[in-house]
Each structure stands twice: as structure tokens, then as C-alpha cells.
């Protein structure tokens, strides 16, 4: 039994021997294929920067701009109202009063009901800080209308008209006013047909100098934006004499409204060989 298990121990030598031939068989292996590959990389390294090439195309990329001016048609008013009573009931009450008068006058002035929004409303306490102790004035309430009206032509004469008919209300404010354009979309198509215009015309001149033949656009892509022009904002003053509507008589421009679209476009090139 004890001559068996002498037989099995190791033989460390041997061992040794046959880890070394296997990490040097394995190194052999591994430069011969480095050398292998390489050469073929090297080899076909025109034949890789076509297919390079052809998965990203050559390209040119220019940008353009197109704006276009429109006559508004449309103008935004804002009205504001304040009371000041013993009560916060009676601030509200005359509040309402002036309110309900003004919009008697706008919607009997050709502007629709969806086109009057109340924006605004307040209620609170008042007080007079001019001596040393506080003291209460009363409740003040507040409210704020955006009134938006529709089919205007270029002297906007029915806001102007519209305004003379509210000044009568006492201690009304007026906001501002701004003029836009309710449907845009076809400014914003002329526009861009602008601005792909201009950029097709650059990238023309950009292949011919560099003697490229352009293609076909590879990806386009573009950003819209507008300006308006708001009237400086106004305060009727209640302690002016009133006048009557033969000699008062409000009058606005609406000017023009400008849109803008921007692109830009990336074209594919060949060389011309």
C-alpha cells in the first residue's frame, strides 16, 4: 500500500516543464496571429477607409434664414379696476359695477364673450401709514380683464374705437396693448421656404468652390420665432375734464409683425473625379 501511494505523489519537475511549454506554445500562437492580422489590416486599409467612407458620407453644412412681415389682425387689451370700500361686500359691489359696465360695452362692441377673460382679482385690507399708528382705510378690490379683439385692418380703428367707449368708466387702467396675427402659418411656410432657399443657394457656392458635386440634403432642421410690436402701455386720468366722442378720440398704428424661421441643412457631397 505504501508503494502505491509513493507512486502517485507528484512529479514537480515534469510539471514545470510541461507549464512551460504550454505558456511558450501559447505566446507562439498568439504573435502569429498579430502578424497574421496585421498584415491584412495594412493590406486592405484602402479597401476599410472606402467602407469608412461610404457609411459616412461627405457632407457640407449651411444654415439660412427667411423672415417675412405680416399686418396684424388682432390686438390684446388690458383693463384693470379698483375700489376701495368700508367692507370687503362693499369693494366687491362697486367693483362689479364698473366691471359690468365694461363688458356691456365690449361685447356690444363686436367682441365675443370667449374673448373677454378675467386675468386677475384681488381683495384686501388698505391702510394709511402717514401717522404713527396704522390705521384701516377700508378693503380694496381689484380685478384685471384681457380683452382680445378680432379683424382689425391697418389704422386699427376699432380698438381705437372701443378704447374712446370705455374712458368714460371712471378710474379705468389700461394696461398696454399688443397687436399679433392670429393665423401665422402661412407667414411661417414663406418664411422657410425663405430660409431653405438662402441655405441651398450657400451650399451651391460652397460645392463649386470646392469643386464637390452637391446632392441630395442628408438631414435638415429648423426653429421658428416672431416679434410684435406693443403700443406703449397707457393710463386714462379720471381727473382730466371728460370729453365727448366728437372731440376725444384715441388713435393707434398697428405696424407690422415679423416671423423669422431659421434652418439648417446638411447636404451630401460627392468628389468630382
Not at 459616412?56 to 379696476?81: E, Y
Not at 406693443?230 to 372731440?247: A, C, E, G, Q
Request: hydrophobic letters at 40%; proline letters at 4%; glycine letters at 6%.
Amino acid at each position: 500500500m505504501e508503494r502505491i501511494l509513493k507512486n502517485l505523489r507528484p512529479n514537480y519537475p515534469i510539471l514545470i516543464l510541461i507549464v512551460f511549454l504550454f505558456l511558450l506554445c501559447s505566446t507562439i500562437v498568439v504573435c502569429t496571429l498579430l502578424i497574421v492580422f496585421g498584415s491584412f489590416f495594412f493590406s486592405n486599409s484602402s479597401a476599410i477607409s472606402d467602407f469608412v467612407n461610404r457609411s459616412s458620407p461627405a457632407t457640407i453644412t449651411v444654415n439660412g434664414s427667411g423672415k417675412v412681415f405680416g399686418t396684424p389682425d388682432l390686438a390684446n387689451i388690458t383693463i384693470s379696476f379698483s375700489e376701495l370700500g368700508n367692507s370687503s361686500e362693499q369693494a366687491i359691489s362697486k367693483l362689479n359695477q364698473k366691471v359690468s359696465k365694461a363688458k356691456e360695452i365690449i361685447l356690444s362692441s363686436g367682441v365675443g364673450d370667449s374673448d373677454v377673460k378675467t386675468s386677475q382679482f384681488e381683495i384686501y385690507p388698505e391702510y394709511d401709514y402717514s401717522t404713527n399708528q396704522r390705521k384701516i382705510l377700508g378693503h380694496r378690490a381689484s380685478m384685471t380683464l384681457s380683452v382680445k379683439v378680432k379683424g382689425l385692418d391697418s389704422t386699427a380703428k376699432k380698438v381705437s374705437e372701443l378704447i374712446d367707449k370705455l374712458v368714460v368708466i371712471p378710474e379705468i387702467n389700461f394696461g398696454g396693448v399688443t397687436f399679433d396675427i392670429e393665423d401665422k402659418e402661412n407667414l411661417f411656410n414663406q418664411a422657410r421656404d425663405l430660409a431653405f432657399k438662402e441655405a441651398e443657394k450657400k451650399a451651391s457656392q460652397l460645392a463649386s468652390l470646392g469643386k464637390v458635386k452637391l446632392l441630395k440634403p442628408l438631414s435638415i432642421r429648423d426653429s421658428q420665432g416672431e416679434s410684435n410690436y406693443p403700443v406703449v402701455p397707457f393710463k386714462y386720468d379720471s381727473s382730466m375734464p371728460l370729453r365727448t366722442f366728437d372731440t376725444f378720440q384715441t388713435s393707434f398704428s398697428s405696424g407690422q409683425l415679423s416671423v423669422e424661421v431659421n434652418v439648417e441643412v446638411v447636404w451630401v457631397i460627392s468628389y468630382n473625379d
